[in-house]
């Protein structure tokens, strides 16, 4: 330095600078490192810098004013610089010598201000708005003059006269324009020309930010203060970033997938031919062995060969996609763990200082503002950090979602049965989900050790090797920490597994509510609902001890181990003294350690968790796709639309081929049917020619497009012209004659919205009918050549059926000219084809026209002639599949009642019409068997109802959703919880959580104490007495901590869940029938699920944090207060702001939240649809558009989650402000103070200060959380509070036991509705049936048949007149005491899993005997008897292991087992075949001979030896008398007999 200033400007001059009051650095000083630190800093950045520009280009921008202005003050910075240089040069000249430093500075200077002149160029032709790297630069430049500008102005006026008036001069030149220059790089350019960002109408304003803008995130504000007026809303969004969105990733992702997988395909194959080329050396040592062996052991050296490198790494993709942005991340995080420990090497000067006497007050200050100013830059640093992390997690869900998605689109179907949809929902759920959590801490793998060596090299400079005995206390803390996780762990999969049960056993109790409910098996359910919550709270209770000893460890460990380590220190050595500086800085290094402990389980967890979902994922994505080119779509040679020349076609690789030897050739425009037994290939033939099985050999063409109708109809959730459109453009004409084809006219009428009726899922408020015929027009509309239709004609009814083969399929149908293949079992439909294949055993056996397959008197004459009976089971498991199918929806299992939907009005004409004629045996000469299944497939399952349904739906989400939905969660919800909780415990809680952290400051305050010792030379005499102190208090702390954890979490917390969910149990089996048919069982179902598992597990640990960190921040500046006084006047405002900013944050965050899990939802939805309807969207080829709207519904959903990132960030910086700023002031009035204080106070107050940064971001975050949650308490309530049914029993109305003895039913003027304000369905009955008599109940759909069977039992109550049983009036009895005398067999059979004893006797009234008796009585002994497990047989969810007929067998059963006097059938033959059929029918005559039996018939041949009949019309009675005088009368019920054949 004396080289460069020269002897008189010494470099460094102690007495001018520290030890003054008016200090100032020297003038060498001031050239040298003042000068030089921007201009190096420039220097080396710039290279970096020009080459990430070089990369991105955004376009350029137009020179503006604030560009020109910036350039020339460069330009002037240069010249003032270079002014100095030359100045120098003319002072040689003038004979003045001058050190080199005048030379050497103005020219680095001069140099830098060029650079950075071209730099503001070059970055305009860049498209930069705003540069992070020139403002730092300014920044740093402005900084660094200050101190030459105030010292040149104490030089000015100490002095008469100026020494240096040029320089002088040039100086405020420069520093004005770098001032000027700093103030310019404030504000944002222009965007650049070109840009895409203008198309957009709400466009993120981050885009746009500034660099300032960027660092505090400011560019949000805008979104909280509009979050804060109103609730967001998913318009208020702004767009996604196009780097955020899935067309950018996705693709980013799948092509280093690609590489990967070419490279392993390579390295599999060169190693194939190492092992080839050079063959081992035969190793026949043994006699007489061949040499022959070796090609044999050249494989099984290539198998292990193999193993290796033949696996691509999905991880190596995903780091090559991804990783570069994550590592700028990660640089921020290096930065900000060097940072975090300069504040405790501050703390220690700071009280250092407040021990000395005589010093400069500046010191002080300047102390103050180091630490404010090195806090707030570790705030934007590690919320940068924290940015980069979130989004890097962000890209890698949409990413990985979007590759699964696209994979699950050509995945090989043996690949689909070894992952199900439901595995594959959560790969992109759970697994991808993984991935984002752990993205966020994976930083923590290096940052925690490093933070950890860093805190343990401060510590050891502070206190020596007595360190080591409280980094021992730490250590053997992490292995007990791990103990109750794994602990932990094992209780959350058990919790799982009895939360699961129990949402299993209620959705099958609101499916069968109505079951439940006519037999008054209520109690017996919840008994068993309660036995497996109970099972599931015991797991919370042990879960929450565990949590409370956690808790302890975790809270307790600074504690132990400041003890541990000041004990140890202590007593050591005589002469080692705690004073406060060792104490407090210790103890702030401390906490630091406490973050990445605590982390580095975790992460390391998570790490693994998030392996193993890497590998499922790369496992799924290593599937083997179909082969698009199995089927030349190309062939136009051949006259023939479809060929198939020797195929032989398996569906899984290694399975056994299902197809051999097929030939087939579809001439151009004909109509092939297909027909064989069931089994034989039918479908698989059509899958075949699709390409969605494996071709082993043989070729398959197809000429032209292809449309494909599957035989379980595939239906979107869009409306109902999205489904038939399905991706084509509307066309007006074509769209009518579409739906007239498809007989699809009438049901519009019908439904709500017409054509616009949103579907719901997998078509759930459609007819299996109906969803077929969607089927049919979607593939119509597309108006492709060849249409593929796999039995299309099953799930109709036959009249609609004909309809459709004459108007669509036949030759005379809208589809002729084109080319068809249609699988079938309508015989009546053969004759009108042009040729018939006929397959056995997955091969063609014979084909031709009808005619000549007759002739060959072959397999085809043989089918047709057993088709009578063949074709019926046929027919009944394709109906029985679909009425299985629907009994899985629970939507529609509520709209069962057929009848009571018709009476609303607009019955749809046709099937008033097939209503008359149910029939023995019909024109087809099929058996009204088959028939009735059928019509029962889709009568049931009556539309208008679940379509008024659902509008109602439509209505009650809305109103629902706005109640739940808005603004602040009120006062009373809390208050609701504190009363499950209990009063008294509430409050006793709260005072301990106080009396807690009262100990955790006592102990502070005595260590500050015991730290004043050393002032007055007294330590000697009392270490032990501070020692044990401070232990007493420390355990203290950490008993009321343990006590008070088990008595809220353990005790009173789970009280409160259990409560709450007994009385929503309560609440919900007590509401009357019609509160499950207006309300979705998925809300109910939620309710138990989502919103308990928030109040079990969630709401506890939540209040718990809130409650901690509540009284911390209040002791804390309790303390700072107490000791200064003045710092209330700062507090004040600064909570103000703090409670501004909290309110802010938690009305936006708290509505993004809804947003994000509204949104989340669709993603999955979509999936699953898709995964199901793969094949369809293969055949039309739609497969790019569902691609782009899985993308879009992921898009939808992180435009959302991001802003609720960011959100977190804009608090962070913020809230984190207030800390720096207390922390700031906690400093200034210490060293304001500093006579009165003695520096254990100063270190207490300081070090406190510096930790309530982290309690109050966790304060906000968890006042969000709560709110979200909390929310819960209100949901469940609101359904434990339900309008109730009448009470199930009335003691002093109690009827006799044996009641009824007779059996007498009478009507007396009876009328009912369903609901409030709709029309009478019954109106003014008035009749008398005798005890024994037996009563078939006949009438149209919607005549009020089912409504008088839910009138006895009072699922519906009297609107006006009364009914009697055996002179009783049933309306002043309790429900249980009347519908357990009463028995139904219901219309359809409803089991629940459990065993099958379960399901007939549930409350174990009967012994064994009694029930293999009704078991023989109802023709399913021989069956049950064959099972293994006999009476114990599992039935699994729904009763579907059992046949839709053996179910109706059970009921009967059921019935037969209860035996009371009245016996109410409800069509309940219709799912069983007519010898069944006839078996049960003797079975009622036999059994119930002595019963009054109510039948509400459908086929009148089961009443026609009834004694009297009961004809409804609309609701009243019509005719009333024996079927004979009927039949005699010739009034309805002549009419329809004669319809049914059973009358001539």
């Known amino acids: 330095m004396e080289r460069l200033c020269g002897p008189e400007l010494p470099f460094w001059v102690a007495n001018q600078t520290l030890h003054t009051d008016q200090p100032d650095l020297p003038v060498c000083f001031q050239l040298t490192v003042l000068s030089w630190l921007p201009c190096i800093y420039l220097w080396a950045v710039s290279p970096i810098y020009l080459f990430y520009l070089k990369k991105n280009n955004r376009g350029y921008i137009m020179m503006s004013i604030k560009n020109r202005f910036k350039t020339v003050f460069g330009f002037l910075l240069w010249v003032v610089c270079w002014a100095d240089l030359f100045y120098t040069f003319h002072e040689t000249q003038q004979g003045i010598s001058q050190p080199p430093i005048f030379f050497i500075t103005p020219l680095v200077l001069g140099m830098t201000m060029l650079l950075a002149t071209f730099l503001i160029q070059f970055e305009r032709l860049r498209g930069v708005q705003s540069s992070g790297v020139l403002f730092i630069f300014w920044f740093l430049s402005g900084l660094c003059a200050i101190v030459p500008f105030r010292s040149k102005i104490l030089q000015a006026s100490s002095k008469v006269e100026v020494p240096d008036k040029l320089r002088f001069t040039t100086f405020y030149f420069y520093f004005g324009l770098v001032v000027l220059e700093l103030i310019l790089c404030c504000f944002n350019e222009k965007p650049p020309l070109f840009s895409s960002v203008d198309t957009d109408p709400n466009v993120c304003p981050e885009s746009t930010a500034g660099f300032l803008s960027t660092m505090t995130f400011w560019w949000f504000t805008s979104m909280a203060v509009k979050g804060y007026k109103l609730p967001l809303e998913a ?139 090195t806090a707030f830059l570790q705030t934007l640093i590690l919320h940068q950090h924290f940015q980069y992390c979130f989004v890097t997690g962000m890209h890698v869900r949409t990413a990985l979602i979007g590759a699964i998605y696209r994979k699950s689109l050509v995945i090989t179907n043996a690949a689909k049965r070894s992952s199900t949809v439901g595995e594959v929902v959560n790969l992109m759920s759970v697994d991808a989900q993984r991935f984002m959590d752990l993205t966020t801490f994976l930083n923590m793998l290096w940052s925690a050790p490093l933070q950890i060596m860093l805190a343990l090299y401060f510590l050891w400079q502070n206190l020596g090797p007595s360190v080591l005995a409280g980094v021992a206390v730490m250590i053997l803390l992490i292995p007990f920490n791990a103990v109750i996780a794994v602990k932990n762990r094992a209780y959350q999969v058990e919790q799982m597994q009895h939360k699961d049960s129990r949402i299993k056993l209620m959705n099958e109790i609101l499916n069968g509510i109505k079951v439940l409910k006519l037999y008054a098996w209520e109690n017996s359910f919840k008994e068993k609902v309660l ?23 975790w809270t307790s460990a600074p504690f132990l181990v400041a003890l541990t380590t000041f004990a140890v220190y202590v007593t050591v050595d005589e002469n080692n003294i705690l004073d406060a500086e060792k104490a407090f800085v210790s103890l702030s290094l401390f906490n630091i350690l406490r973050f990445p402990l605590n982390m580095l389980p975790q992460v390391i967890s998570s790490l693994v968790q998030t392996s193993v979902s890497l590998k499922r994922i790369q496992s799924f994505l290593s599937h083997d796709e179909l082969d698009p080119n199995s089927v030349d779509r190309k062939n136009t040679a051949s006259d023939f639309s479809v060929t198939v020349v ?398 008070n954890c088990m008595l809220s979490q353990a005790y009173s917390m789970v009280r409160a869940a259990k409560l709450m969910h007994r009385n929503l149990l309560q609440g919900v089996l007590r509401a009357p029938q019609a509160f499950f048919e207006s309300t979705p069982i998925g809300r109910l179902i939620n309710r138990f699920s989502k919103d308990m598992d928030a109040i079990d597990s969630q709401l506890p640990h939540q209040i718990d944090i809130w409650m901690r960190t509540f009284w911390y921040t209040l002791n804390v500046l309790l303390i700072c207060s107490a000791l200064t006084p003045m710092f209330l006047i700062v507090v004040a405002p600064l909570m103000v702001f703090y409670w501004w900013v909290q309110r802010f944050y938690v009305a936006t965050s708290r509505q993004l939240k809804r947003l994000e899990s509204v949104s989340r939802s669709p993603i999955y939805s979509h999936f699953s649809e898709t995964i199901t309807g793969s094949s369809v969207i293969r055949a039309f080829g739609r497969h790019s558009a569902f691609v782009f709207m899985s993308d879009m519904k992921v898009d939808e959903n992180q435009k959302s989650y991001y802003p609720g990132i960011v959100s977190n960030r804009w608090l962070g910086v913020r809230i984190e402000f207030i800390g720096n700023c207390i922390v700031l002031f906690a400093a200034l009035f210490a060293v304001t103070g500093k006579n009165d204080l003695n520096p254990g106070l100063v270190g207490l107050s300081v070090s406190y200060a510096l930790q309530v940064t982290m309690s109050l971001n966790w304060m906000v975050r968890m006042t969000s959380d709560l709110e979200n949650n909390i929310v819960a308490v209100e949901r469940v309530k609101e359904y434990s509070e339900t309008k109730t049914e009448a009470p199930w029993e009335i003691e002093d109305k109690k009827p006799h036991p044996d009641w009824p003895m007779q059996g007498n039913v009478e009507f007396h003027n009876y009328s009912v509705r369903y609901r409030e304000g709709l029309d009478l369905v019954l109106k003014n009955l008035t009749l008398s049936v005798k005890g024994g008599e037996k009563v078939g109940i006949v009438g149209r759909t919607g005549a009020g048949k089912s409504s008088m069977t839910l009138c006895l039992f009072r699922l519906l109550e009297a609107a006006e007149g009364e009914i009697s049983i055996d002179d009783v009036k049933i309306s002043e009895i309790g429900l249980h005491d009347l519908r357990s005398k009463l028995t139904i067999i219901p219309q359809e059979p409803v089991l629940f899993s459990g065993t099958l004893r379960v399901n007939l006797d549930p409350f174990e009234k009967y012994s064994d005997d009694e029930v293999w008796k009704a078991l023989e009585h109802s023709h399913l002994h021989k069956f049950v008897s064959n099972q293994p497990a006999k009476l114990e047989m599992e039935c699994s969810e729904g009763g579907e292991n059992l046949s839709v007929g053996q179910r109706q067998l059970v009921c009967l059963a059921r019935a037969l087992l209860r035996k009371t006097r009245i016996l109410i059938l409800d069509e309940a033959t219709a799912a069983v075949d007519l010898e069944t059929d006839d078996l049960i029918q003797s079975t009622i005559k036999t059994q119930f001979e002595d019963c009054t039996v109510f039948t509400i018939a459908h086929r009148l041949n089961t009443i026609m030896d009834y004694t009297r009949v009961l004809v409804l019309d609309k609701g009243q009675i019509a005719e009333f008398d024996t079927p004979s005088n009927l039949i005699s009368q010739r009034g309805i019920f002549y009419g329809m007999a004669k319809d049914a054949g059973l009358v001539s």
């Open 646 to 1043: 020797d195929g032989k076609f398996t569906w899984a690789k290694e399975d056994s081929p299902v197809l051999h030897d097929i030939n087939v050739l579809v001439p151009h425009g004909s109509l092939l049917a297909v027909v064989g037994h069931v089994g034989c290939g039918k479908s698989s033939l059509i899958s075949a020619l699709l390409g969605e099985m494996e071709k082993l050999e043989g070729d398959v063409s197809i000429r032209g497009s292809v449309a494909y109708v599957p035989q379980q109809a595939w239906i979107q959730n869009a409306t109902l012209r999205d489904n038939i459109l399905f991706g084509k453009p509307y066309n007006e004409q074509k769209y009518r004659c579409v739906l007239e084809a498809c007989a699809l006219t009438p049901d519009l009428e019908v439904l709500p919205g017409g054509d616009m009726t949103e579907i719901g899922e997998k078509g759930i408020n459609l007819s299996g009918g109906q969803r077929q015929r969607v089927s049919l027009a979607r593939a119509l509309y597309c108006d492709a050549d060849v249409y593929l239709l796999d039995d299309p004609l099953s799930a109709v009814d036959s009249h609609v059926s004909k309809h459709i083969f004459d108007n669509l399929i036949g030759p005379e149908g809208a589809l002729k000219g084109k080319t068809r293949i249609l699988v079938t079992h309508g015989i009546s439909y053969l004759p009108q084809v042009d040729n018939i294949v006929v397959m056995v055993d997955g091969r063609v056996s014979e084909m031709g026209s009808y005619q000549e397959l007759l002739k060959q008197n072959g397999a085809f004459a043989e089918f047709l002639r057993n088709y009578a009976l063949e074709d019926f089971v046929d027919e009944d498991e394709a109906t029985e599949e679909i009425i299985d199918d629907e009994d899985l929806f629970p939507e529609d299992a509520l709209s069962n009642h057929m009848d009571m939907v018709q009476s609303e009005p607009g019955i749809n004409e046709a099937k008033r019409n097939f209503i008359r004629q149910i029939s023995i045996i019909s024109a087809d000469g099929e058996t009204s068997k088959s028939r009735s299944v059928r019509r029962h497939g889709c009568s049931q399952k009556k539309h208008p109802e679940p379509q008024e349904k659902k509008q109602q739906h439509g209505m009650e989400k809305l109103i629902q959703a706005e109640t739940a939905e808005t603004g602040r969660v009120k006062l009373k919800v809390y208050l609701e919880y504190a009363k499950a909780v209990g009063v008294l415990l509430s409050v006793l809680i709260c005072i301990l959580y106080g009396c807690q952290s009262a100990a955790a400051i006592g102990g502070n305050i005595w260590l500050s104490e015991w730290t004043n010792d050393a002032l007055q030379n007294r330590t000697a005499d009392n270490v032990n007495m501070r020692v044990g102190v401070y232990a007493a208090l420390g355990i203290t702390q950490g008993l009321l901590m343990l006590a």
């Open 531 to 553: 036995a497996i919550r109970q099972k599931e709270l015991n797991v919370l209770k042990k879960a929450a001890y565990l949590g409370a000893l956690s808790t302890l460890a």
């Open 235 to 373: 318009k208020d969004l702004w767009s996604l970033n196009v780097r955020d969105s899935a067309t950018v990733l996705v693709p980013k992702l799948l092509i280093e997938w690609e590489k990967e997988q070419a490279k392993a395909k390579s390295k599999q194959n060169t190693s194939n031919d190492v092992v080839y080329s050079k063959p081992p050396p035969s190793t026949s040592n043994h006699i007489g062995e061949e040499s022959g062996t070796s090609p044999e052991e050249a494989e099984v050296l290539l198998s292990t060969r193999q193993v290796l490198p033949r696996q691509p790494s999905f991880l190596y993709s995903l780091i090559k996609a991804f990783g570069p942005y994550f590592l700028i991340g990660s640089a921020y995080k290096l930065l900000q763990d060097i940072i975090t420990f300069v504040n405790p090497q501050l703390l220690r000067m700071l009280i250092s200082f407040t021990k000395q006497k005589g010093v400069p007050d500046w010191w002080g200050y300047s102390l103050a503002f180091l630490m404010f100013f």
